[in-house]
């Protein structure tokens, strides 16, 4: 039998990673997207956001690009997907609903209402998004009533657990890969799909429906909560005058703990940890479940606490207020190897230090470009030396490599102070002090 045809509805981040990756692995792909922009740039081999080696392996398929295998095409007519595909996956973003914690299904639900109209063949529907356990359901359900092949169109869900900055590696060599399906033929589409990976290793787990939809949502859930612990712990350890990074390295090799995830700091930002973990609770209370997760409220006060914690240590630093003071941010997107500024905390803290009156310079290896489109009024240099030139304090708030090499002697003969402000803990503090610098990490003994 003939290999799957494979269409992605969507091609931000999620959608774009994946077409590339499954033409990667052999199939013929078919992005979709409603933005015709999108389309054109994909179509040219170039990708819309900074993600290492993705733009590589689009390239290697894009058809019509000179070498490729052509495999990849892209177009913004769902009855061209409709008519193209035998797998179809959904790939639209869910971003948090404005004022409210509850995920936006607006563009899921318009993907598949502007698809499902065009199904005339049997074809298998594959939800990826990050959504509210009930959804798959619900689209199933509407699924037939809307196709014209009816009981021949299924859903399955499968979500993606892809990092950025990893997307291509998580993408091609996924942990495991989950699949929610109602049917057998739905399992077997599916394990035809991602025979590659799972040869090389990946688990291949198959569920029902609203369990493939939670695991994304526990799983997130999951990171988030170790992240807030160990900023909590680092609140004791300020208290108590311990060592946070040590604790966590300490705690870390005890196998049932682990030792990733325990960087304490300025917490966690970004796409999706955060809109995920406030939309599984808003759905927590629909089903009358709420009780169970209002330990995410904690989660997540603890970590926006963080940030305001930054902004206080900065005030402390630079002798009680902010105002008229030369603040240098280093840092701007959510986190390294990524330009993603999305709730982003060095932004935050930037933006907080702004409105209280300080003159903030921010530099941010990849992230400039989405961090002025956000915060126009914030100032940007074009370098980490050229940020820092007169500050009163510096402050490390996105661990890029680049922060970790630079030459606190350089630096120190930039700024007007030597205060360096740690809000990821990953600078090497003798380094600093030993340059004459006041060196101060969340969650560290001050000297
Ligand atoms: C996350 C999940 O990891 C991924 O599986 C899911 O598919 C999407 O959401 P991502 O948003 O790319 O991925 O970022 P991640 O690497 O998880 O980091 C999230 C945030 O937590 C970042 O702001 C990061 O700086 C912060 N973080 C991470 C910490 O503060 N401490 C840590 O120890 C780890």
Redesign the pocket.
């Known amino acids: 039998m003939a290999a799957p045809k494979i269409t992605v509805i969507g091609t931000g981040y999620l959608g774009a990673t994946h077409a590339a990756a499954m033409a990667e692995l052999g199939f013929q792909v078919l992005g979709l997207d409603v933005v015709p922009e999108k389309i054109e740039m994909l179509g040219a081999g170039r990708v819309p956001m900074y993600e290492p080696g993705l733009e590589e392996i689009l390239r290697r398929h894009v058809a019509g690009l000179p070498g490729s295998s052509g495999r990849l095409s892209f177009t913004t007519s769902y009855a061209e997907a409709a008519e193209f595909g035998d797998v179809h996956f959904i790939c639209v973003n869910t971003p948090q609903k404005h004022g409210e914690y509850a995920a936006d299904m607006s563009y899921v639900d318009a993907a598949v209402e502007s698809l499902a109209p065009h199904l005339a063949r049997p074809a298998l529907v594959v939800g990826k998004s990050?959504v509210p356990v009930g959804s798959a359901a619900r689209l199933a359900a509407r699924i037939a009533e809307l196709a014209p092949a009816g009981q021949e169109v299924e859903l399955a869900w499968n979500p993606?657990?892809?990092?950025?900055?990893?997307a291509v590696e998580?993408t091609l060599h996924p942990d495991r890969i989950v699949v929610g399906v109602t049917s057998e033929r739905a399992e077997k589409l599916l394990r035809e799909v991602y025979a590659g990976p799972v040869a090389e290793g990946s688990p291949f787990l198959v569920t029902d429906l609203p369990t493939a939809e939670l695991v994304?949502t526990a799983?997130?859930a999951f990171?988030?909560t170790?992240?807030s612990f160990?900023?909590a712990m680092a609140e004791i350890c300020e208290a108590a005058g311990g060592d946070v990074a040590k604790l966590a390295e300490a705690i870390g090799h005890d196998d049932r703990i682990g030792r990733?995830?325990?960087?304490?700091?300025?917490?966690?930002?970004?796409?999706?940890?955060p809109k995920?973990i406030r939309a599984f609770m808003a759905r927590a209370g629909e089903l009358g479940a709420d009780q169970a997760l209002t330990f995410l409220r904690e989660v997540d006060s603890i970590n926006m606490r963080r940030r305001a914690h930054m902004v206080e240590l900065t005030r402390e630093a630079v002798g009680g207020a902010v105002l008229g003071t030369r603040i240098a941010v280093l840092g701007a997107s959510?986190?390294?190897d990524?330009d993603?500024v999305r709730d982003?905390?060095a932004l935050n803290v930037a933006g907080q230090l702004h409105l209280q009156g300080a003159q903030v310079t921010v530099y941010d290896p990849k992230g400039m470009e989405n961090a002025r489109a956000v915060f126009p009024t914030l100032g940007y240099a074009p370098s980490a030396l050229e940020a820092v030139r007169g500050a009163d304090a510096v402050l490390h708030l996105?661990?890029w490599r680049e922060f970790r090499e630079l030459d606190p002697e350089v630096l120190g003969e930039a700024v007007a102070h030597r205060r360096m402000l740690d809000g990821?803990n990953t600078l090497d503090p003798a380094l600093w002090r030993e340059a004459g610098w006041s060196y101060r990490a969340l969650g560290r003994p001050t000297a």
């Open positions: 990050t993606e657990f892809l990092r950025e900055g990893f998580d994304k799983a997130n990171l988030s170790k992240i160990i900023n990733k995830f325990l960087r304490a700091g300025i917490g966690f930002g970004g796409g999706c940890l995920d959510f986190k390294p990524s993603d982003s905390p996105t661990e990821r």
